[in-house]
Structure formats: C-alpha cells, structure tokens
C-alpha cells in the first residue's frame, strides 16, 4: 500500500479545482517546477524489475504514446543494486533507463532504503527495529529499520552514495526521491533510548529544566540523571501516556530522527550531483507521525501521494479529504508540489476497493492540478502479479494491455500538455489561512479532551464548509507570516505558545479576522496546560473568559443563533461556559445549566474582530453559515458559488487567472460560472452556465 530549491528545470501540473484568481506577483522560483522546455511532467511509477527485459521497450512505447514522460524507478531495489555489501550492479537499471530513454521517458530515482536487503538483517540483526515488547521485527517487509543503528545508516548512506555517483551525469536523471514515505518506524531498542536522552540533553541543558517542562512533580516521576528517562508509552487510550510532556517529545524525536537519516542522504545527492537534479520526497498527505514541515525543509519540492478512494472505500463521494491534504502539502514550503503517487486503478493488499469510475482518473487529478501539483506520476504502471500489492492496481491490468484506465490516463497527459503554457508560473493564492499545527495534533491524540476530537478532525469541519463556499485556503505552520490574510482560522490549536498568542492578536488588531475554537490554547508548548483562564492571552481578541467546561457525552444542547446565524442548532460533544465579558453574543445556550453562556462570540478588538466557538455543532449547515460569516467579516467573495459536489479553484501568476471548476459527483451538474471566458480544454468561451457531465472538468482563463 501507497501512503504522498526550486529549479527551472523541474515540470508545472494542474490540480482539478476550479477556482476564481485575481493577478498576484509571484515569481517562477517561488512556485517551482517546469521542465526545461516548460514542459509538465507526466508518468507512472515503474518497476522494470518486475517483467521480462523483452517486455520493457514495449512499456515504454506505450507511454510514448500516451504522452508521458517521466516514471520513477528503484526505490525498492537495494538488493538488486547492491546483491552483497559493497559490490554494486546497475547493469539491469542502466538499461532500463536507456530503454526509457530511447522514448524521451525521463527518470526520477529512489533511494531504496525503505528495504533493506537480507543480507543486511543478517549480518546486522540490530538494524531491524525493535518492538514495545523487546523482540525485533521480524524481516521480510518494509520499513522494518532502526535509524538509530550505525550500520544501517552507513549502509543507507552507501548506496544512496553509489547511485548518486554513478548517475550524477545522466542525462535521463532528472530528480531523486528519497527513502519512501518517511514515519512508518518506531523502534525502542536500547540505542534509540540513548539518543531519545541525548537530544533531550541538547534540547534542555538541564535536568532541572526537562523536570520543570514535564512537571515530574506530578506522581513523584523526577529523574535525577539521564540515563533514568525511558522511552515514554505514546499509545493513545485514556491510561496509556504516562506522562504527556514525554510523550510529546517522544513524537518530536522520532520526527527528527526521520528527518536527519533523510538530511544524509540529500547532502550526498547535493555534494555529487548537478544542480538541475531536483530532491524530493512522496508525504502521505494527512499522516500523522511526523512533523512535515520539518521533513520539507531539506527538499527542493514537497511530493505526495494521493488516494482518495480510501477515504471512500465503500462508494464514490466528494473527495474534501484529498483537498485539504494538497493544502496542506503546499502549505509545507508555501509552493507548488507534485504527486509521485496516485490512484489508477483498485486499491488494497488482502481485500481491495471499488474501481474507478469513467472519468475518475481525470477528476482526481485534475483536483490535485487545481490545488497546486506541478507533475502528475500514477501509481502504478501495472499491476504486479506478486508479493503484498497484487492487488494495488496500476493503469494496466495483470495481462498488461493497455485499457480504458491507460486511455483516460493518456487524455489527462495530453491535456496538460495543452495547458503547459497557461500553467506556467501560476500557484494558489488565498485570502484564507489555517494554521495547521503538528503539536496540536500530537497532543490531541493523548489527550482529545472529549471523545471524538482531534486536530485534524476540527480543520476538516471548516475546510469543507470552505470547499463549498468556493473559496480556497492556505494551511500553515505555528509562526508562518499572516500579513498576507484577511481571515485566520485557528481551530483546535490546543498547543498554543506565548508568542504565537501575541502574533494572533496582532492579526485582529492590525484588521484581521480571526476563528478559533473550543480547546484552543489550553497546553504551553511543552504539553502543560497553562496556568491561565482560556482563552489565556487569546483574551484580548476574543472578548470572553472560558472559567468551565465540559466533555458533553450523549447529552446534547440546543442553541439559537442571531444574524448573520439565525436559527436554532445542537451542540454536542463538548461545551465551554463561555462568559462573555466584552463579545458579542452571536448563538447562545437555550438548556439549563449552560442557559447564561454563550456558544459563539464575535468580538470588536482593534481594527478587526475575533470569532469563538465553543462547542462541536452537530448541523453541517452551521459551518457554511459560520464560514459565509467569516469571509463577509473579511471581505473576501468567492468568484463562483459552487453547486453541492463541485469545488472551485484557481491558479494565477504572471497576469493570468485559472479557474477550475470540478464535478465530485456522478450526475451532471450547472454552474454558474464568468460569462465570455475561453474554455481552454473543449475551446469556445463560456456563457453563464457551465454544464458538466459526471466526474467532468473544465479550465478558464479568467
């Protein structure tokens, strides 16, 4: 199973969205990624190892001709690369990328350390992970690594060193991708206790100070040396954590320790390769493990692999979850990104999913083009007829013939050959931003507070009320510069640093809108609640003091708003007794004993105002108001008001405005749409109604 330094060479993709833009500067660097030529990558994930060498001039002929360009190769080949330590072959490879080649099929390259060969298990047995219990993973998987041990890390830097030597001057290598989908390692053996205290010595100085940070007051758990902190119990259930503050520096270490195994292996690409070689990574888009923001730090560009059919196993749906991801993966280094791994076909290892519908293959992709994708990479080319992913269905079928999902998939690559032009230079640029915070999330996990809460569940009920108001929204990190933005949303962000308090209430006084939320700003940034009444230095921009709470269970409150949310609604879940002090009270409790709080604030402070709420609202329809509210208090309009399942987005950059416009749903649907615009896919201009057919997309130059 699949989990997704600007350079001019690299290629320029469009996200399926469709969305209004008005002209914004921006410059090619701060996007990212046309090929030389200005050409938009295109291609599938290839693995030439799989099939007879007779077959493979005849896969490459048939992605000739169904416009790719690009595949990505041998991020699973370490044994065949390197059959014994030190003794390298590239033969088999060489030749598959000249086949390649002889078709104008570039190459992007995986260091294929996310498998390590037998023979490393067997002459390093303490290179495997080790598990809670004691015992070592047993080999025969992937991502079955300890990045703590020396040896592994000295054979992962050899191999990635020995490629990058050897294909440094190719000139069918365009990029690397390192490791795969980095996060899927949590070792515990007794050298990854070491350097969990020795970078906790680096971070504190002290014991003193790490006492005082994870108040071991608290059931008399102070450490008096080092060597007495033990590997925290991060599992998430009401007794698992032992201790919080632990626990989230837990998370923060395994997150740097993935990030400085791959930081090795990006400065040995750097060192021996040219510049026009691009380093990126696959992210898988909403995981939780790791902080991303960190991951990104080192690579040229963010890539990331997308597959929406997991979020709707069952039956086809409006694909919100795959729409935040691509936010958010643009959001890592606020630039375009790629997708080096997309659905193409039924997904699964035991059991698999529904197929893609006519037309599907086209939508998901064009939705990931309208949010900023800049190349489009399909997972797979076919499917394999061996091992865990027999099932995990490429563009062809087990036989190899090239059908309807080739042919659909060869549509899209000419299209966006089409589009090069247009694409070029053009990125998302919003009025809107939510910080999207990995603290936030990791402590909500060991300690959600009420049941069913989580950071990433709270962004995702004003995401998709922003997905169908038709208005696009930047996720970014605790810090980001917010000058840019007329409305900020800040829902959930429980860890919620001094400084990052003042930054918000600067944003309201200076005009901004800001939103936040129940559980907002409850731990300091080492995971300890703060010593305050919530909304703690929040107080300012929100008007309200917050001195009780409670975890609602199955007991639900009914509440009445006033404009600009009239009507009556239910609060569920959870409910702060939210007094307010100098807000205005826009919904209010209608249920003893909560009668005399308010659900939702809206408070004057400044030049801008601050929106609260304090309880989980069970209608839908409530955030669409609430977010109509919030974009009014803005000023910021959607261009199209977008029918139930169709999204908008748009892309803009050097005088030029795309809008997407993209059908989620399998009947046609009406948009109101620009009269008198050029239609760059059918040709024509448009009138004031687009029709699209199931799973259809259109393109506008606005």
């Known amino acids: 199973m699949r989990f997704l330094r600007p350079h001019p060479w690299l290629p320029t993709v469009l996200t399926l969205a469709v969305v209004l833009v008005t002209a914004v500067a921006t410059t090619p660097q701060d996007l990212g990624t046309l090929g030389p030529e200005g050409q938009i990558y295109v291609g599938a994930d290839y693995y030439p190892e799989h099939w007879p060498k007779d077959r493979w001039a005849y896969d ?24 014994e330590e030190g003794r390298f072959d590239f033969a088999w490879l060489d030749e598959a990328i000249e086949t390649l080649a002889a078709r104008d099929v570039k190459v992007i390259l995986g260091t294929p350390t996310a498998v390590m060969p037998a023979w490393v298990a067997r002459r390093y047995p303490e290179a495997l992970a080790m598990k809670p219990d004691g015992t070592r993973v047993v080999w025969g998987g992937r991502k079955n690594n300890c990045f703590s041990n020396e040896d592994y890390r000295r054979l992962s830097a050899g191999i990635t060193r020995a490629m990058a030597e050897h294909y440094k001057d ?41 006492n005082r940070a994870w108040g071991t007051h608290f059931w008399g758990l102070k450490v008096q040396t080092w060597d007495e902190i033990t590997i925290p119990d991060s599992r998430e259930g009401e007794w698992a954590i032992s201790n919080p503050s632990a626990s989230l520096d837990w998370m923060r270490y395994t997150s740097w320790l993935n990030v400085d195994f791959q930081a090795e292996q990006v400065r040995i690409i750097r060192d021996l390769c040219p510049d026009h070689q691009f380093v990126t990574h696959n992210f ?21 692999d997308n597959y929406p059919v997991f979020s709707d196993w069952a039956k086809p749906g409006i694909s919100y979850a795959a729409s935040f991801a691509a936010d958010v993966m643009r959001g890592l280094k606020r630039k375009n990104f790629w997708i080096m791994e997309q659905s193409a076909g039924p997904l699964g290892w035991g059991t698999f999913s ?62 966006y050959a089409k589009l090069e032009d247009d694409l070029a230079a053009t990125t998302v ?50 810090g980001a510069d917010l000058s840019g ?27 901004g809108v800001l939103l936040a939320d129940a559980r907002t700003g409850v731990k300091d940034e080492t995971n300890r609640a703060h010593a305050r009444t919530l909304p703690g230095l929040l107080t300012p921009a929100l008007g309200i003091e917050i001195a009780e709470y409670e975890s609602l269970g199955a ?123 050029e239609r760059l896919l059918e040709g024509g201009t448009t009138g004031e109604t687009l029709d699209l057919e199931a799973y259809g997309v259109a393109v506008i130059r606005l």
């Open 60 to 83: 490459a002929q048939l992605m000739q001709e169904a416009g790719f360009n690009v595949v990505r190769l041998a991020e699973f080949g370490w044994v065949l690369m390197e059959p």
């Open 170 to 210: 190719h000139p069918n290598v365009i990029g690397w991708q390192t490791d795969n989908e980095f996060g899927g390692t949590d070792c515990r053996c007794d050298r990854c206790r070491a350097r969990f205290q020795d970078w906790l010595r680096r971070k504190y100085g002290t014991l003193d100070e790490l």
């Open 284 to 304: 898988m888009g909403l995981f939780q493990n790791m902080d991303y923001y960190e991951l990104a730090r080192d690579l040229d560009f963010v890539s990331w």
């Open 354 to 415: 529904r197929n893609l519908r006519p037309g599907e293959i086209r939508k998901i992709a064009y939705q990931q083009l309208a949010h900023g994708a800049d190349a489009q990479i399909w997972f797979r080319w076919r499917t394999c007829t061996a091992g865990r992913e027999q099932y995990w269905h490429g563009l062809l079928g087990h036989d190899g013939k090239p059908g309807r999902r080739y042919q659909e998939a060869a549509q899209v690559a000419k299209e």
């Open 429 to 478: 640029k919003s009025d809107v931003a939510v910080i999207y915070d990995y603290d936030s999330i990791w402590a909500l996990r060991f300690q959600p507070g009420f049941e069913g809460n989580s950071f990433q569940g709270a962004v995702a009920r004003y995401q998709r009320a922003l997905f169908r108001a038709g208005v696009n929204a930047d996720m970014v990190r605790p």
């Open 485 to 511: 933005y007329r409305l900020v949303l800040a829902p959930a962000l429980h860890v919620l640093p001094d400084d990052l308090a003042a930054q918000l209430v600067a944003f309201v006084e200076s005009g």
């Open 555 to 677: 007991v639900e409150y009914a509440v009445q708003g006033k404009d600009p949310l009239a009507g009556t609604f239910t609060a569920t879940s959870y409910a702060d007794w939210a007094a307010p002090k100098e807000a205005d009270v826009i919904v209010g409790y209608e249920t003893w004993p909560v009668k005399d709080f308010a659900a939702v604030t809206r408070h004057s402070h400044g030049e801008g105002h601050g929106w609260y709420v304090g309880t989980v609202m069970k209608e839908e329809a409530f955030y669409d108001r609430l977010v109509g509210a919030l974009l009014a208090d803005a000023g910021v309009d959607a261009v199209v008001d977008p029918p139930e399942g169709v999204e908008v987005s748009v892309r803009q950059g050097e005088g030029r405005s795309l809008l997407f416009v993209i059908n989620h749903t399998e009947g046609t649907q009406t948009v109101s749409v620009p009269a008198g615009k």
